[in-house]
T-cell receptor, first 114, second 115 residues
Framework: DAGVIQSPRHEVTEMGQEVTLRCKPI?????LFWYRQTMMRGLELLIY????????DSGMPEDRFSAKMPNASFSTLKIQPSEPRDSAVYFC????????????FGNGTRLTVT | AQSVTQLDSQVPVFEEAPVELRCNYS??????LFWYVQYPNQGLQLLLK??????LVKGINGFEAEFNKSQTSFHLRKPSVHISDTAEYFC?????????????FGAGTRLFVKA
């Protein structure tokens, strides 16, 4: 099992540009989560999907952020336009079933917006 | 609403000494509790979990945690730490709402093991 795969590992972009982060969950996992990690705010849940359907996006900071899951093996998190305060490490995680199963994390994408 | 409080942001300890990382949670419903570890430039990895049953839970790398419902705590312990245990540790709680669930993380505790 390859685990959760995120790309790119690092992204440096200028303010105002569009950024797309990608995630391939573990095959057979029904849940997919996007988290953001910063020193100030720790780990924040942005959005999660169940069977490709967005369930809760209340953590998405503003309309500049959007996430999609077109099929069971792929998800994207898009920021348009990006701002310096979006700089963070973005993690994707997947889980096989409900609340009693742990999350499997990817290695994250470190985003720097200048 | 559920929340997780990790009482120590940093814990320095000498190699081979015991360590306890403290975690308290609040939730209005029954919960599932987890500890994760994060090494530099990596994602989080599961150390152990409490779902039900015995309140003492054993995990990987010699760690264990005790669920205390009356004190709403889930402290992580290791009797003898190694340099390689230096990492950030996160306590997390999972709460079921409707048809889905959320996992909420504490702020993390940085464990620094000194030779």
């Amino acid at each position: 099992d390859a685990g959760v795969i995120q790309s790119p590992r690092h992204e440096v972009t200028e303010m105002g540009q569009e950024v797309t982060l990608r995630c391939k969950p573990i095959s057979g996992h029904d849940y997919l989560f996007w988290y953001r990690q910063t020193m100030m705010r720790g780990l924040e849940l942005l959005i999660y999907f169940n069977n490709n359907v967005p369930i809760d996006d209340s953590g998405m900071p503003e309309d500049r952020f959007s996430a999609k899951m077109p099929n069971a093996s792929f998800s994207t998190l898009k920021i348009q336009p990006s701002e310096p305060r979006d700089s963070a490490v973005y993690f994707c995680a997947s889980s096989p079933r409900g609340r009693n199963s742990p999350l499997h994390f990817g290695n994250g994408t470190r985003l720097t917006v200048t | 609403a559920q929340s997780v409080t990790q009482l120590d942001s940093q814990v320095p300890v000498f190699e081979e000494a015991p360590v306890e990382l403290r975690c308290n949670y609040s939730s209005s419903v029954s919960v599932y509790l987890f500890w994760y570890v994060q090494y530099p430039n990596q994602g989080l990895q599961l150390l152990l979990k409490y779902l039900s049953g015995s309140t003492l839970v054993k995990g990987i790398n010699g760690f264990e945690a005790e669920f205390n419902k009356s004190q709403t705590s889930f402290h992580l312990r290791k009797p003898s730490v190694h340099i390689s245990d230096t990492a950030e540790y996160f306590c997390a709680v999972s709460d079921g709402t409707g048809g889905g669930f959320k996992t909420i993380f504490g702020a993390g505790t940085r464990l620094f093991v000194k030779a």
